[in-house]
DNA sequence: ACATCATATTGGTCTATGCCAATTTTAAGC
DNA sequence: GCTTAAAATTGGCATAGACCAATATGATGT
């Protein structure tokens, strides 16, 4: 019946927020176990779901901060690029290589294995802050691929106009991932901070494979919207 | 540069869960914590990751096993109870009431202030095993609704063959949400157990709405599959 | 053999503490 | 005033340990 005791701290933690606005400091974290006479190790965890639930932020040697829990979406075929109007967004390419294809991104694209796959791996941010982690895999070479993208910036338009190959279908799989030491890095969060992991299989307009994709969004910022209809 | 202790710990307890089958035991955190010198603190968080990825699952007293880490799909506009052939699933009615709308509720199924809205609570099982909490919401009353959803088991099912509504287009919302302390007992998680988080919107056939549904899935069993064209 | 009860084992929770790293604040020097 | 350096503050990470709860094990008695 009884609740864990940082779960308790936790709640407690969540009125505090409820009095105040983004960007507000709350107290310390010494000050807070202190004041609800239980441990700085207990007040770190209900602070750490509150962190990942992104109702707060916290930085080293300055405190932990109220945050705007507001959530971006990503909808099934609109590139990340549409759906962020409004905000300052970009995107770095991180790497753009050709690649052979292995036996399981052969079949999932549906080419031998061997060939050549062009793997283009790309950080998404919002006014600075990274937010997302995409990996596009394409089957073939797609020579200039470097050059369109950058005049255009979104890949499924630059598919279209260079390469005429016109996205018409696709097939997202969602789930939970906890972020590995790396992608926690590239992404500015904890190890283990739970992400959005999709990965999609997209075809084109003659109903080839034309993009196998894996994305990793912080799971505090994102929402992966998906509209059907028949 | 260097590595979170733990993260380094999570792999070496990878490898040795690697070495395995599922149903295995694996050493006791204590032995664990003596083999890799470090403390039985630092080990559990490692562990706890392993936990919530699928990996591993333990029980008080008993010990932790390797555990099996695949998923349950849940697609898009087929029902839960269609896309587990092959278990042995089953499906807990929690209630069903009916409440007045609220505001907010109102709104999502676009009827009036404090009419009357149906509301169905079911726990989602495999082999005994609870696994997710759907809540829907319908506009009206549906009078009968318990005896004919008991004989029929899908709602879906129900709503076309009894009330001549046909679920046609849905729209849905996923993200990531950790356990609070009354659902994550429901599911048979710790609390802050990292979940998948479904808002549904559901339309008729003349494009009214007709459900509005709140799903909660264990994040280390399932994985939202939606597919698209256009 | 079987059931019962005490004991040991194992995971669950929380505490207290130490030290490090990033940042801010304060003091010192010019 | 301004810059620079030292000190204090704050979060980050890991440790050791105490005690509890659930389960498994082994001893005991019949």
Redesign the interface.
Known sequence: MS??KY?EQKLRILEIIGETSPGTMIPTERELAERFDTSRTTIRKAIA?LV??GRLARTQGRGTFVADPK?I?VR??TSFSEDMTGYKTDSIVLGLERIEAGGEMAARLDVPVDSTVTRLRRLRRQDGEPLAIEAAHLPGPFPGLEIELEARGSLYETLREVYGIDI???????????AA?DDAETLGVD??H???QVHRTA?DQHGRAAEWMRGLYR??R?????????
């Open positions: 609740l864990p779960y779901e990942v639930e959530k979406h099934q075929m018409s279908a696709a097939e997202d799989h969602v789930e939970t991932a906890l030491a190890t283990g739970p992400l959005l075809w799971g505090d994102f929402r992966f919207v998906a509209r059907i209809s028949r």
